[in-house]
């Protein structure tokens, strides 16, 4: 099982805005950047935000993200239909020397 | 412009090897590494491995360690993943992406289409 949790799954209305979180240790998420991901199962995944809170060209500013510790966060800002997907932190581990994935949240759009 | 093209669809028994290839193009094959992560049927992403294909470094998830080899050929810009020892549970689309050997660059920006593993 990851050594970072982030919750099942959030929902929101159309123009809501809803955030992720994503608990890890200070041996990942603490002192390495994080990733979110966003993922449509079949489909190659998207990642909506690089090292912690930078939007790669193309994404929305809708999507915006943070981290305080070993705590990082997504933010959805007015939430859209095309929003609904799985979505997943993703950084590396310093004590498991690996890259390690969050296990992920299903965003429903109401 | 950058692309990833990978392998095409797999059918293996249990216990088989099996070979995946990423062929990539449109930028300096040294100069980024190639991650590959995979979804089975059901289940969430998973990091598989991730090659440094300068110097052909590669770490591997620990489910993986003694049964994965990457490599990577600048030849042809392809990095090849193997996987021996296949169980039910390989079963699943993996993926290759290119990220940023720089912390604070884009990562994970280009990725392959994905390749089909069946294991029945």
């Known amino acids: 099982q990851s050594s970072v949790t982030q919750p099942p799954s959030v929902s929101g209305t159309p123009g809501q805005r809803v955030t992720i979180s994503c608990s890890g240790r200070t041996s990942n998420v603490g002192e390495n950047a994080v990733n979110w991901f966003q993922h449509l199962p079949g489909t190659a995944p998207k990642v909506v935000i690089y090292a912690d809170d930078r939007r790669p060209s193309g994404v929305p500013d809708r999507f915006s993200g943070s981290k305080s510790g070993t705590s990082a966060s997504l933010a959805i800002n007015g939430l859209r239909s095309e929003d609904e997907a799985d979505y997943y932190c993703g950084t590396w581990d310093d004590r498991r020397l690996g890259f390690v994935l969050g296990t992920g949240t299903k965003v429903t759009v109401l | 412009q950058v692309q990833l093209v990978q392998s095409g669809a797999e059918v293996k028994k249990p216990g088989a090897s099996v070979t995946l290839s990423c062929k990539t193009s449109?930028?300096?094959?040294?100069?980024?590494?190639v991650q590959w992560l995979r979804q089975a049927p059901g289940q969430g992403l998973e990091w598989v491995a991730i090659?440094?294909?300068?110097?052909?470094?590669?770490t591997f998830a620990r489910r993986f360690r003694d049964r994965a080899t990457l490599t990577a050929d600048a030849s042809t810009s392809t990095v090849y993943l193997d996987l021996t020892n296949l169980k039910f549970d390989d079963a699943a689309i993996y993926y290759c992406a290119r990220d940023s050997v720089a912390p604070h660059n884009p990562a994970f920006d280009y990725w392959g289409q994905g390749s089909l593993l069946t294991v029945s």
């Open positions: 449109g930028y300096t094959f040294t100069q980024y590494y």
């Open positions: 090659i440094n294909p300068k110097d052909g470094d590669a």
